[in-house]
């Protein structure tokens, strides 16, 4: 069965530092999307990706925010100048269209010190 | 703005005894609804969703969830559970088509009981 793949599975980095959490789409889908669930906390929204722009983004989905699908198979969130509370599950997730379910990754779990 | 509440933090069940696990939205619209379910570590895989038709849609490892406008709740549900069933389920909701993201609740823990 086709799978959305996350690198890396965790990521330690030091508040100020730019990280690049990485994510291969499952092939044929259109729609991507990020999502990050803080410890303890619900799911939430970050951004959404399709036909090479932004369709939709969060308020969480600041400056500091970035995405990329930088050739035609990986998507990239960008975090410019991580701080404490960026420490969360980053999920990447893709969909063959609007009306069809969403495929999740396993998550990148990011911690900031 | 679209919410949904999942009322019930964790759920405490036998194994082989029945489940159902509520879930309420607001949307003034009919969403599309979405149960997820995540195990320690993982991602979010999905059991079932629903878009229109048949209200009450099945899933994989046999669960089910009916949708009733009147109430607005998305309940999912499972006749026997067994022990690997044992997990935080997410439900969502979308609205409609579109590139919109996903508005999950806050998740229930589901504990088997031997």
């Known amino acids: 069965e086709p799978e959305v793949t996350q690198t890396p599975s965790h990521q330690v980095t030091q508040m100020g530092q730019e990280v690049i959490l990485r994510c291969v789409p499952i092939?044929?889908?259109?729609?991507f999307y990020w999502y990050r669930q803080i410890l303890g906390q619900k799911v939430e929204f970050l951004v959404s990706f399709y036909n090479n722009e932004i369709s939709e983004k969060s308020e969480i989905f600041d400056d500091q925010f970035s995405v990329e699908r930088p050739d035609g198979s990986n998507f990239t969130l960008k975090i410019r100048s991580t701080k404490l509370e960026d420490s969360a599950m980053y999920f990447c997730?893709?969909?063959?269209?609007?009306?069809?379910?969403?495929?999740f990754g396993s998550g990148t779990r990011l911690t900031v010190v | 703005a679209q919410s949904v509440t999942q009322p019930d933090i964790h759920i405490t069940v036998s194994e082989g005894a029945s489940l159902e696990l509520r879930c309420n939205y607001s949307y003034g619209a009919t969403p599309y609804l979405f149960w997820y379910v995540q195990s320690p570590g993982q991602g979010l895989q999905l059991l079932l969703k629903?878009?229109?038709?048949?209200?009450l849609v099945q899933g994989i490892k046999g669960f089910e969830a009916e949708f009733k406008r009147s109430q607005s709740s998305f309940n999912l549900r499972k006749p026997s559970v067994h022990w690997s069933d044992a997990a935080e389920y997410c439900c969502a909701v979308k609205e409609g088509g579109g590139a919109d993201g996903l508005t999950f609740g806050k998740g229930t823990h589901l504990i088997i009981q031997p």
């Open positions: 629903y878009f229109s038709g048949d209200t």
């Open positions: 997730a893709s969909s063959s269209g609007a009306s069809y379910g969403y495929t």
């Open positions: 092939s044929n889908h259109l729609y």
